[in-house]
């Protein structure tokens, strides 16, 4: 995707986006939306693009850094509640309580026993949200072994981006496949009939960012919608399934 068909397709996504805002306000929904993803994979960068052009007031992004020694002793939810939206809301969580499923489990920064009460609870916690009215997505981007270590390049090289970078991510790809093992344990044990994993598959951010924000206004409903500029690339975006999940984005 060149630069101007980029510019003039997110130009009439956030159009979209705008609308669907209002209408969230004027119906007083709550909208959390998940961001996921392996280390460099463009998570700040599609939430930009989903926000760009939004209220700030009605849509805020939740990125909690290393808990305190008081929220390691509460319940793991716990720290989490506080950030949900509220009616005619719209947060988006750039990185979210699966940090237990993924970082917490590789770097072994949790007990097993703390991961695997994880894994039993989240349906529950998740199938509450739903329940409260929550309108809830979750997004997990996806790259190539080898693009992420061009992009943790230039994130070295950029003296713009040196806030990105983190012990952690030295580790990434040396850790590469324990973090496709606990991705994909995450997808299966995870991914809920209420609250599905969509996956995105991101070497290219351009191609990624339309495509996310087209299948995520494909699958909510407001006033005015243009359904003519929705149309997203299923190979693109596509939900989770066991049966049929190809791991094409695990290079070697």
Request: charged share 30%.
């Amino acid at each position: 995707m060149n630069k101007e068909s980029y510019k003039k397709e997110l130009y009439f996504l956030q159009v979209e986006l705008v609308k669907f805002q209002k209408s969230v306000i004027e119906k007083g929904q709550k909208v959390c939306i998940l961001l996921e993803g392996r280390d460099a994979a463009g998570k700040d960068g599609t939430i930009k693009r989903f926000r760009e052009h939004l209220s700030p007031r009605e849509a805020r992004t939740v990125a909690l850094g290393a808990p305190s020694d008081r929220e390691k002793d509460a319940w793991y939810f716990q720290r989490y509640v506080p950030h949900l939206p509220v009616a005619g809301e719209i947060v988006f969580f750039n990185r979210s309580w699966y940090n237990r499923a993924g970082v917490e489990r590789v770097m072994q920064f949790c007990q097993k026993r703390d991961y695997h009460n994880f894994m039993n609870e989240v349906g529950g916690f998740e199938h509450l949200l739903t329940q409260a009215g929550l309108v809830f997505f979750k997004y997990y981007l996806d790259i190539s072994k080898q693009e992420q270590k061009r992009r943790l390049r230039a994130r070295r090289e950029n003296p713009l981006k040196q806030w990105k970078i983190s012990p952690i991510d030295e580790k990434a790809q040396a850790m590469w496949d324990a973090y496709s093992e606990a991705r994909d344990a995450m997808f299966v044990k995870t991914s809920f009939v209420y609250a599905p994993w969509y996956i995105v598959h991101s070497d290219n951010k351009r191609t990624a960012r339309i495509n996310a924000i087209k299948h995520f206004l494909n699958h909510v409903d407001y006033k005015g919608k243009n359904g003519d500029v929705l149309i997203y690339d299923p190979s693109v975006v596509f939900e989770f399934d066991p049966a049929c999940y190809e791991q094409d984005m695990v290079a070697s």
